[in-house]
């Protein structure tokens, strides 16, 4: 196997594992006293963690001088939206018991939901676009739809300080945004 294959399996794989060991540990009772919450959050931060390994594949191609590295961009992106996806079902499920209209309410009570909501929207056609035939069929339009990551990111972050704001702990929003800072700056210096 060459050894991009081997990478993207293995990436593949790690990408797996944190859902793989929420999905056992919560089928064995061992998601501690609230097994919601800590869905939500697992799922949540794998979300945003992917996200930000997605933003670094770029500077980490040029550095490596590594082309194919951009076809991780597409695999890391829809694990992403996997994550998003479970974290949305799972909060329509454990805080609204499987009403949609109890989460637009809410969607409009709370303003982190409301962002995190907006992001998950964001997320969406991304997801639908990440295929050859609609780079091919979009194309600079295409370029220019995926720039809406950026603003998936920010509003990312904009939901977790809002989120830990009752909480008054936000060691880990600051050090999220701090590696946002670090991959956007990097994304634009140094550009041969
Ligand atoms: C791109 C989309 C999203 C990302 C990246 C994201 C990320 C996160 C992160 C990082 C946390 C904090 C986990 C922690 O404090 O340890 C969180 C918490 C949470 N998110 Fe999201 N989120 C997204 C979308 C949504 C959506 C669409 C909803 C619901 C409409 C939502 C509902 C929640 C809730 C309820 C929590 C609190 C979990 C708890 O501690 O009980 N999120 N999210």
Redesign the pocket.
């Given at each position: 196997m060459s050894s991009f294959r081997t990478t993207r399996l293995l990436i593949w794989l790690l990408c797996a594992v944190p859902m793989a060991d929420l999905l056992v540990r919560a089928f064995t009772h061992q998601l501690g006293a609230n097994p919601?919450?800590a869905i939500?959050?697992a799922?949540?931060?794998w979300?945003?963690t992917i996200?930000l390994v997605t933003l670094g594949v770029t500077p980490l191609r040029r550095l490596l001088n590594w082309p194919e590295l951009v076809l991780l961009r597409r695999m890391l992106g829809l694990w992403?939206f996997a994550?998003?996806v479970v974290?949305?079902l799972s909060?329509?499920a454990f805080?609204h018991e499987f009403v949609w209209a109890e989460?637009l309410r809410?969607?409009i009570k709370r303003p982190?939901?409301t962002v995190?909501?907006i992001?998950?929207g964001?997320?969406v056609p991304l997801a639908i676009t990440s295929n050859q035939s609609a780079i091919r069929r979009l194309g600079m339009a295409w370029k220019r739809l995926h720039r809406l990551v950026y603003a998936?990111v920010l509003?990312?972050l904009v939901?977790?300080f809002l989120?830990?704001t009752g909480?008054s702990n936000f060691t880990?929003?600051l050090i999220?945004t701090a590696v946002t800072g670090l991959l956007l700056g990097l994304r634009i210096y140094p550009r041969k």
């Open positions: 919601q919450e939500l959050r799922t949540g931060l979300c945003l996200l992403t994550y998003a974290h949305l909060f329509w805080e989460v809410d969607a982190f939901v995190g909501l992001a998950f964001l997320l998936v509003l990312a939901h977790f989120h830990r909480k880990d929003p999220a």
